[in-house]
């Protein structure tokens, strides 16, 4: 027997080929009547530049980022929404919440599946690097290797598919 999908945890870098990859996230909640989780981390700063600031500068730092991640997700996914909506679901309605957390992408992609107890991920994969990283990104490779839920890797399309979003169909 099969699970059912009722929450689906969907990471993004807020690349194009993660905007990309939401338009799968979408399609399986529709047809599974789940919820998405949204989650973007954004990466501590290096020590060396923690060392030469203050606690205070850092916190109003990752606040700002915070708070124009949250808007490039918030706009995006209504951009997306608006070229989905034939499907008679709103798609806004589909996701359940919106994470922007610090810290390191694969620990918090884990973290955020098991608090949120989502049964599904959905990443894309950038392919970049040696051999493309081995045909993934490090990221997705991780998480992939270390997540005992599944996990949806979804590729760069062709050459020949546009990914931003007037890609959608």
């Given at each position: 027997?099969?699970?059912?999908?009722?929450?689906?945890?969907?990471?993004?870098?807020?690349?194009?080929?993660?905007?990309?990859?939401?338009?799968?996230?979408?399609?399986?909640?529709?047809?599974?009547?789940?919820?998405?989780?949204?989650?973007?981390?954004?990466?501590?700063?290096?020590?060396?530049?923690?060392?030469?600031?203050?606690?205070?500068?850092?916190?109003?730092?990752?606040?700002?980022?915070?708070?124009?991640d949250l808007e490039v997700i918030r706009?995006?996914?209504?951009?997306?929404?608006?070229?989905?909506?034939?499907?008679?679901?709103?798609?806004?309605?589909?996701?359940?919440?919106?994470?922007?957390?610090?810290?390191?992408?694969?620990?918090?992609?884990?973290?955020?599946?098991?608090?949120?107890?989502?049964?599904?991920?959905?990443?894309?994969?950038?392919?970049?690097?040696?051999?493309?990283?081995?045909?993934?990104?490090?990221?997705?490779?991780?998480?992939?290797?270390?997540?005992?839920?599944?996990?949806?890797?979804i590729p760069l399309p062709s050459e020949?598919?546009?990914?931003?979003?007037?890609?959608?169909?």
């Amino acid at each position: 027997m099969i699970p059912q999908i009722k929450k689906i945890l969907y990471a993004t870098d807020l690349s194009k080929n993660s905007a990309y990859a939401f338009y799968y996230a979408i399609d399986v909640a529709q047809r599974w009547d789940a919820k998405i989780t949204i989650l973007h981390v954004v990466e501590p700063l290096p020590p060396v530049v923690r060392f030469y600031g203050s606690l205070d500068e850092e916190k109003e730092v990752y606040r700002r980022e915070k708070t124009a991640d949250l808007e490039v997700i918030r706009k995006r996914l209504e951009e997306i929404c608006q070229r989905v909506e034939k499907s008679g679901t709103s798609c806004l309605m589909l996701v359940s919440d919106i994470l922007v957390r610090i810290g390191h992408p694969v620990e918090e992609i884990l973290r955020a599946a098991e608090e949120k107890e989502c049964d599904v991920l959905i990443l894309g994969s950038h392919g970049k690097g040696f051999l493309k990283q081995t045909f993934l990104g490090s990221v997705s490779h991780k998480v992939l290797d270390r997540c005992r839920k599944p996990v949806f890797i979804i590729p760069l399309p062709s050459e020949g598919v546009r990914i931003d979003l007037d890609a959608v169909s």
